[in-house]
């Protein structure tokens, strides 16, 4: 477990190296690091397309992570339930599309991650402040669970939950910094996991915010 000093220390040179979660599971410290431009540049074009929103989750809550999507397939969650559209429903408009960028940082983690061949075509992009925070819950809502999960994390820190297959098992906590990226899949694919709820730790760039998007093959 990290120190409070560590969650400074995210754009420090070496930041870098592997944390396994789980058999199929892993962190890639600071694996997006060189590719932060280009990414954040993709995620101004996403979001001037699709801006971010506040979803309402079927139980009648409103969600405290603001969300949008690109690629072909978009996450969305409202009073009838959790599912993938093709179109944003705040727009009628198909998804943007996924950035290069984005793309190619996904498979090469997963490739180093022990997934080769990942297709992605759907991209769940999150923005949290202090005091969001995502409960514990597994990615199904893809047809494929094949294929592994890819998560990019930029801005300020975070506390990333990995539990077990079942809601109650006991979750593991990792902080996870600007430029971190998780993959998890194979035996690892419905875990539950979450993020505990944001400190205030303005990041250096980015400020009181966190970006965090998964990169998925979601049809
Ligand atoms: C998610 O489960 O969709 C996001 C996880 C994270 O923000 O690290
Ligand atoms: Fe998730």
Request: glycine residues 10%; contains cysteine.
């Amino acid at each position: 477990m990290a120190s409070n000093l560590d969650l400074f220390g995210d754009d420090a040179p070496g930041h870098s190296g592997r944390v396994e979660l789980g058999p199929q599971s892993v962190v890639l410290r600071g694996y997006a690091l060189p590719q932060v431009n280009a990414l954040l540049s993709g995620v101004d074009a996403v979001t001037e397309v699709a801006p971010f929103r506040h979803m309402e989750t079927p139980g009648g809550y409103t969600m405290s992570v603001a969300l949008t999507n690109c690629g072909r397939l978009g996450w969305t969650s409202d009073a009838r339930g959790y599912r993938y559209t093709r179109e944003d429903p705040m727009t009628g408009q198909p998804w943007p599309d996924m950035p290069a960028a984005f793309v190619q940082l996904a498979q090469a983690a997963a490739a180093e991650a022990g997934f080769p061949d990942f297709a992605p075509d759907a991209c769940l992009v999150n923005r949290y402040e202090p005091r969001s925070r995502l409960s514990l819950h597994q990615d199904r809502n893809e047809r494929d669970y094949g294929a592994p999960i890819v998560s990019v994390s930029l801005g300020m820190p975070a506390v990333f939950l990995f539990g077990g297959d079942a809601r109650g098992d006991k979750a593991s906590r990792t902080p996870l910094f600007h430029g971190d990226v998780v993959v998890w899949g194979g035996v690892d694919r419905l875990r539950y996991h979450g993020v505990l709820p944001m400190k205030d730790l303005p990041h250096p760039r980015l400020g009181s915010r966190r970006i965090n998007f998964t990169i998925r093959k979601a049809g």
